[in-house]
């Protein structure tokens, strides 16, 4: 072998043995990070007549959905091993079951995960074949008619006590514990004020009270003259009236000037903080009685109490009726959401279903047909303006 083709075999080796050193030096290469999971945004809906006659309840309603979205976001909750935040979609349905329903396509069309609403029985029963249809479920914190979670769809709850409830018992009362002889019914046609009253005629007769009138007006009167002459002449002891404080305000009003004595009653429609208002001074002290479909009573009271308090602080409003209602509804849904590690309605609502969840308005359990176990009633009345309870029943 020539020197130089020695050399150049040498030179060859020496750089081939290089080559392993470095390879042998070179560390590992670090397995790739893990992307990390995506975030997920949640629709969650709410509707409500936050405009018309009684806004109040509407406003009231959709500002306890935005105090509960605000909790669950500033909890960093995660659904599924993701990052998720929850967003309220709120519509408003003017106490109007055309336009709930045309809330409710909205929704649906938005793709929504889930409803919260409506507060009046006649938006939401007509809402709920579309929410069923499109498969999403819907928990209203207010509507009372039975009908409701009566129509066979598995994804519609509610998480107040039914109008058989609330209404039979008031019934029971007016005749048990305010003695009245004679019973006047007027009822506003609306499903919720037709239905209550029908309920609250039929307690009386089970408590061997007597009807003595059945008269009706509609949710946007004004003037009651005509039927309360007429049932002046019965002598009521007791008139019950099923609708909303908008039209029992004024309906006290004409009561006084036509010098009929006889107490009011009605259900969690007039039940409200507004109610004093809108009666001016045709309200006396003991003179109305009504039943809010809910109620906490010994330690659970702190819970309803501090959330009255928060409300007040952050809205500046007092709480109407069913604020803290919505808020453990959008609690309850979100939850069963992240329990299931989904917001696909079909994934989700086996979770809903089982539901057992201690909120500010008690403990929410629902039953096969979607109505809340064991549901409440606060029977009220009113003195200087202001509501005092006078039991919570079960």
């Known amino acids: 072998m020539q020197l130089n083709t020695k050399l150049a075999v040498i030179a060859a080796a020496v750089a081939l043995a290089a080559c392993g050193k470095k390879e042998e030096a070179a560390p590992a290469a670090a397995p790739a990070a893990a992307p990390a999971a995506a975030a997920q945004v949640v629709k969650i809906g709410h509707v409500g007549p936050t405009s018309g006659a009684i806004a109040h309840f509407g406003k009231d309603n959709e500002n306890g959905a ?9 909890a960093g909750l995660t659904m599924g091993g993701a990052p998720v935040t929850f967003e309220l979609l709120a519509e408003d349905d003017a106490a ?18 889930g409803v919260i609403g409506h507060l009046n029985s006649g938006t939401t029963i ?27 769809y598995t994804g519609a709850f509610r998480v107040v006590a039914d109008d058989v409830h609330l209404g039979g018992t008031l019934g029971k009362y007016a005749v048990e514990t305010l003695k009245a002889a004679n019973v006047a019914v007027i009822d506003d046609r609306t499903a919720y004020g037709q239905g209550v009253a029908d309920e609250f005629e039929k307690g009386v007769i089970a408590a061997g009270g007597k009807v003595v009138g059945r008269e009706f007006t509609n949710d946007k009167a004004t003037d009651f003259n005509a039927i309360l002459t007429t049932l002046k002449a019965k002598k009521p002891d007791v008139v019950f009236f099923g609708g909303m404080d908008a039209v029992a305000g004024p309906m006290l009003k004409q009561m006084k000037q036509l010098g009929i004595n006889a ?14 208002k809108l009666a001016g001074d045709g309200m006396a002290d003991d003179q109305v009685f009504c039943a809010e479909a809910g109620g906490v009573e010994g330690e659970e009271k702190v819970g309803m109490d501090k959330f009255r308090t928060d409300f007040k602080a952050k809205f500046n409003a007092d709480v109407q009726v069913y604020a803290p209602y919505v808020y453990d509804a959008v609690k309850v849904m979100a939850n069963a959401m992240v329990a299931a590690g989904s917001a696909d309605p079909k994934v989700y609502l086996p979770a809903l279903k089982a539901t057992n969840y201690k909120g500010v308005t008690g403990n ?31």
Not at 66 to 74: D, R, Y
Not at 263 to 276: A, F, N, V
Not at 375 to 392: P, S
């Open 66 to 74: 935005k105090m509960a979205i605000e909790e669950l976001n500033a």
């Open 96 to 113: 109007d079951p055309k336009q709930g329903t045309a809330a409710a396509t909205k929704l649906v069309d938005a793709k929504v995960a």
């Open 126 to 152: 007509p809402a709920s074949q579309i929410y069923n249809d499109a498969g999403i479920p819907q928990i209203s914190p207010s509507a009372t008619n039975p009908k409701y979670t009566r129509q066979g």
């Open 263 to 276: 107490k009011l009653m009605g259900g969690d429609g007039i039940c409200t903080s507004e109610l004093p």
């Open 364 to 394: 929410i359990a629902f039953d096969e047909k979607g109505d809340i176990k064991n549901g409440a009633l606060t029977l009220m009345t009113y003195k200087g303006g202001q509501r005092t309870t006078l039991a919570v029943i079960r």
